[in-house]
């Protein structure tokens, strides 16, 4: 307890240089999903499906994953395959969201949405295959040395968070809330609590399980990724108000368009940015009891209100 | 050797009822399969996803999936999650395939199709919350007597019969295949190999996984539902020609409207009949070795030729 004392005491970056650590972290992360989907016949899925799962971005899920695994004492090779699966369900999730049935977009990370370069057959396709890759790499590819239950216990809680008590469920209340412009604060929770933090909450957890954490450790990783998930979705719904197209790669200003009650429509922005300094800060507090080891996760929480794109 | 020698003999159906087997099994998956989906908030997904999932069909799949488990030794209640998981897969497929996007079929089963009833949007979800429950279903529900190793290695199977190696690749290159009236058989192979034949396979193989197979006699299993997939492609395709919009509960004569090259095409409708039963013959011979308990596999290989939707 005296290294977190001290820890919380000291400014972060003296003692963590979290840029470092992320181009690192990105790059172990590319490597590891460009093995992941080789180019076979019909070449036109795997490209499709790599178009978008290589396609840049933060990486955040994935690392939050590794630094999850880590901080309860596993290695890197143990929550790979896991750090991949998340990814490779985000990326999906994207996919089919972008699509003309759901949100329309053509933009994603600066470049074309996958149905404006392959067909919307095939984004669709590509999401599903990227699904499939994601549960048969967990199964397949977790080394020997983490326990099978857990494995399991991972390849379910993935499940959870992508279907209709996570990803997919955020997706159809969003869907349903679009045009509405009287959204209350509780059902613009369960959007955000389903199509953002529930994969946040997945990624660290699950790095948490395949390092073998104890039930109270799994507690306060999901209590830290609980308050980021809402913190980043806060700083994301700040950003299409205030960041131009440029900056986010992805059409700005759409939920206004959309009229979409977003937490700056409902809070302003200011108050915005208040209440996910208070979640970040809340999301850290879980955590000092690991002490040094806390820092990446730590540093992470602090970058995610920090992001200006 | 001996018992399997005299059933060789012996008119299956003396010493088999497989129609009151059939009713039985479908009756038991049926109820496995309600279960597995609550209706809860938000309602509309919880309802498309049972829609599809429980809108009939012959349960073949996971009733295939049981009957594998059960000649190796097996319990019904060792495979049931993942007979399960298999119908989740293969409805998630016909979702997705009857979309405008794709096939854009207005019916299925003599009902509508999910998007006609739901919306395109609910109905690429509801797909992928179907999929999200299959691989949570058999992580969490498989009961501990199967080794959890096996477990993971039906989770990587059936990802595997989903994504580009399977449904989707095979899918991808029928999308490619339309309209062109000079398909190779080569080219049709490959799609009912990866389209039909991929995800039976699945469902059999898996089966005999939680049973504990051996490798041998999961080879076996392969080589049985390898020839009974492309049977059931083959009488699929002259059903599309032969039989009537009423008996399918889907639209007829579509192949043909698409320009698609199908076996009856290729060969004619005397000679497709020919293989599949051929294929029916190979597969049987197949499991003799395993004498009375491979009766269901087998008279379920002489129902997928004989059935006339």
Known sequence: MVAADNLQKMPKDTTFNLAAYLKERQKLCETALDKSIPIIYPEKIYESMRYSLLAGGKRLRPILCLAACEMIGGTIDMAMPTACAVEMIHTMSLIHDDLP??????????????????GE??????????????????????????????VLQVIARLGKALGAAGLVGGQVVDLDSEGKSDTSLETLNFIHNHKTAALLEAAVV????????????LQRLSRYSQNIGLAFQII?????VTATQEQLGKTAGKDLIAQKVTYPSLWGIEESRAKAQELVESACIE?????????????????????NH
Chains 1, 2 share one sequence.
């Open 206 to 217: 699950c790095g948490g399980m395949v390092a073998g954490a104890s039930a109270e450790d």
């Open 287 to 307: 955590l000092d009891t690991f002490g040094e080891l806390a820092q990446p996760l730590q540093a992470l929480a602090h970058f995610i209100t920090s992001r």
């Open 236 to 240: 994301d719904d700040i950003l299409d």
């Open 121 to 150: 057959d095939i984004a669709i396709l590509a999401g599903d295959g990227l699904l499939a890759y994601a549960f048969e790499l967990v199964a397949m590819q977790t080394p020997e040395s983490v326990a099978r239950e857990r």
């Open 101 to 118: 049935a759901m949100d329309n977009d053509d933009y994603r990370r600066g470049q074309l949405t996958n149905h404006k370069v392959y």
